[in-house]
């Protein structure tokens, strides 16, 4: 009895001796995503920036998407949840109709140099601003549908195959 007893309490001994090792070493945990990308498409600090100040700002707002077969019902139905909000009082401010202003965003996107964005997208946006902005909207909905842009295989987590 008295080595059950004991071999008991070593093993609870190991358990908290590893925990402590475990919850010791948490710093080296890394959670955020873009560090499995392989090396050469790692963010730049211009990069990393944009995308903080891009959280911030989502992090303030509430996005509803609302869609259906007909056009003209998803509009209808939009205006609907838009003055729901607006009646409950919840909110601060309700935009239902965001159009874009194509000359400030081209200003803005001039005074930014467009420093963060691949060559393909900023052509895109100069050339096309409302096709890119139907691209950004419907990967929103469904952002598990983008094409990968990089090799499975050369991530640190390397899915494409055990090495």
Not at 15 to 39: C, K, M, R, W, Y
Not at 67 to 79: I, K, N, P, R, V
Not at 139 to 145: E, K, N
Request: aromatic share 10%; charged share 10%; hydrophobic share 45%.
């Amino acid at each position: 009895m008295k080595k059950l007893t004991a071999c008991r309490w070593l093993y609870a001994l190991f358990l908290l001796v590893v925990g402590f090792f475990l919850v010791g070493n948490l710093s080296h945990i890394q959670t955020d995503l873009h560090a499995l990308l392989p090396e050469e498409q790692h963010w730049n600090a211009a990069q990393q920036a944009a995308d903080k100040h891009q959280e911030q700002q989502l992090a303030q707002q509430i996005v509803a998407l609302v869609g259906h077969s007909d056009a003209q019902q998803a509009f209808q139905l939009a205006q609907n949840i838009s003055q729901q909000w607006q009646t409950s009082g919840l909110f601060s401010q309700i935009d239902s109709h965001t159009q874009p202003d194509l000359a400030v965003l081209r200003q803005q996107i001039q005074q930014v140099s467009l420093a963060t964005l691949p060559e393909a997208v900023r052509q895109q946006l100069l050339q096309q601003p409302s096709h890119y902005f139907q691209q950004y909207a419907e990967q929103l909905i469904a952002p598990f549908s983008a094409r990968i842009y990089f090799l499975l295989s050369k991530t640190r987590l390397a899915l494409g195959g055990l090495r």
